[in-house]
């Protein structure tokens, strides 16, 4: 079965530092994408960044960024500049089966990032 | 603006009695999802549904039904709830996939169940 790791349950940043979640993949799959969302203590899930596997450059979305290491099955999530707004929990998650995309999501188990002031 | 929403927020129940949990979403998707959270074990599915009254076992269905009517509701029913069913329910929902970008899915609130 596919799994998803990220192998940081809590971390800490100072505020403004930039910080690096991780995230690991098992796949043997040519074609997939990579999802990350952040969940604020309310619960919803906000969705972040995308990566596609064939993606010549890495992802960015304002203070986000990818650091895709396709070789490696690695999608880190780089956050610059934290903000107190960042402390949240952040998932990874990936598309299920690149040969018949069946809309499903495989979701690592999280990290409980908390930025101090 | 893209909504998903959930019937309850928070929801106890007693061990035994039938739950039902109401996910709408007005985006006209195709795609419906059940998960539960639970801490150090992430998001694990439970049912997802692709189409009016079609829907597959996610990986934990056991102690779960659902139901699919129209196309913007999907429901999660616990037949007989249990104190192991208390949770964080999240509902999500995606578009037709005509690439891989499409399989991002969009969540409502979440509803943390209790039962006792």
């Known amino acids: 079965a596919q799994k998803i790791t990220q192998t940081q349950p809590g971390m800490f940043v100072q505020e403004k530092e930039a910080v690096t979640l991780d995230c690991t993949y098992d796949?043997?799959?040519?074609?997939?994408?990579l999802f990350w969302y952040k969940q604020p203590s309310s619960g919803e899930m906000i969705f972040l960044i995308y990566?596609?596997?064939?993606?010549?450059q890495n992802a960015t979305e304002g203070r986000y960024s990818l650091n895709f290491q396709k070789a490696r099955k690695s999608a880190n999530l780089v956050i610059s500049a934290s903000q107190l707004g960042d402390s949240a929990m952040y998932f990874c998650a990936k598309s299920d089966s690149g040969s018949s995309n069946t809309g499903k999501l495989i979701f690592g188990q999280g990290t409980t990032l908390q930025v101090k002031p | 603006d893209v909504k998903v929403t959930q019937s309850s927020r928070y929801l106890v129940k007693r061990t035994g009695e039938k739950v039902f949990l109401e996910c709408v979403q007005d985006m006209d998707h195709e795609n419906m999802f059940w998960y539960r959270q639970d801490p150090g074990l992430g998001l694990r599915l439970i049912y997802f549904s692709y189409d009016v009254k079609m829907k597959e076992k996610g990986d934990i269905p056991e102690g779960y039904s659902v139901s699919r009517e129209k196309k913007e509701r999907f429901s999660l029913i616990l037949e007989s709830a249990s104190t192991n069913q208390t949770s964080m329910y999240l509902c999500?929902?995606?578009?037709?996939?005509?690439?891989?970008?499409?399989?991002?899915?969009?969540f409502g609130p979440g509803t943390r169940l209790t039962v006792l």
């Open positions: 990566q596609g596997s064939y993606d010549q």
């Open positions: 999500a929902s995606s578009g037709t996939l005509r690439a891989l970008r499409d399989n991002e899915q969009f």
């Open positions: 796949t043997s799959d040519p074609s997939y994408g």
